[in-house]
């Protein structure tokens, strides 16, 4: 692309960008990943006590589905996913340079709107009647994929760059790296977004990192039923050594990180 059109591009979508009612809408889309975070965690949170459930993105939207007005707030969840997404595929237009740090941002930028829509794209199919286990999705997906010619090393270069992700949000809440994203508030209610912030972030790296140390164990076992999803690594852990401890630690994690999302619809830098 000729650096005119970069340009030319670059403007459009910081005047998309600017428009006050795509702010709003992305601001939604942080409250109701929240929203959908502090299910997952309260899922996560029976199961540490016995209850059933689909501790992952599939089970939260099932339940939101069967509260009254649920099919409105999935409406609600799809548009403001979607917005969000939309907002991160214009931070990775602006992103500017071509050094291996802007192609780093671009990526990072990228990968969240993708991650934005496609859950989106979930809560869409279950406002509309449908829906399906993650987990299965996740199971299916490996077993093409293993089954395929170099399959094995897809997977695991698959459950690496998951593990990463892991790796990256618990670097991110231990540092306190997500303070770059939001305009904390001053005195008490900064250090609680603060607290929030980090507990949630290092819960949500762990519970990641897992997924993807399962996608490894998949590929080397060539047994695609290991790799299950979020709903599968976060009851992995209450089959370890103190894993029902392990589980409500991460699952209260995950309520924090839930809580913090809609502090950050308020605080975020857009």
């Known amino acids: 692309m000729s650096s005119s059109a970069t340009s030319t591009a670059r403007s459009a979508a910081s005047r998309l960008e600017d428009n006050p009612a795509l702010r709003v809408a992305a ?13 997952i965690g309260g899922i996560a949170l029976g199961v540490a ?5 689909e ?3 599939s089970g939260a939207l099932s339940g939101l589905a069967s509260t009254p007005g649920g099919t409105f707030l999935l409406w609600v969840v ?3 996913l979607w917005a969000l997404g939309l907002f991160q595929l214009l931070e990775t237009v602006l992103v500017q340079g071509a050094d291996k740090d802007a192609w780093a941002d671009r990526a990072k930028e990228a ?12 809560a869409f199919s279950v406002a509309q009647g449908g829906g399906s286990s993650s987990s299965g999705q996740t199971q299916s997906l490996t077993a093409k994929l293993v089954e395929s010619p170099g399959g094995v090393v897809l997977v695991v270069i698959l459950g690496l760059g998951v593990l990463a992700v892991g790796v990256y949000f618990v670097i991110k809440g231990a540092r306190g790296k997500f303070l770059d994203d939001i305009t904390a508030p001053a005195g008490r209610t900064g250090r609680i977004v603060t607290v929030l912030g980090q507990v949630g972030y290092i819960a949500k790296g762990v519970a990641i990192g897992i997924v993807g140390v399962l996608f490894c164990v998949a590929a080397f076992t060539s047994d695609a039923s290991e790799a299950t999803g979020l709903d599968g690594a976060l009851k992995s852990l209450a089959e370890l050594p103190f894993g029902v401890v392990l589980l409500v630690v991460v699952a209260l994690g995950l309520l924090a990180y839930g809580v913090y999302c809609f502090a950050r619809a308020r605080f975020a830098r857009l």
């Open 49 to 53: 006590f016995g209850s059933g459930g």
């Open 55 to 57: 501790a992952d993105q």
């Open 78 to 80: 799809t548009l403001g």
């Open 27 to 39: 601001r939604t889309g942080y409250a109701v990943n929240g929203l959908l975070h502090l299910l």
């Open 111 to 122: 990968g969240k709107a993708i991650a934005y829509l496609a859950i989106g794209f979930s």
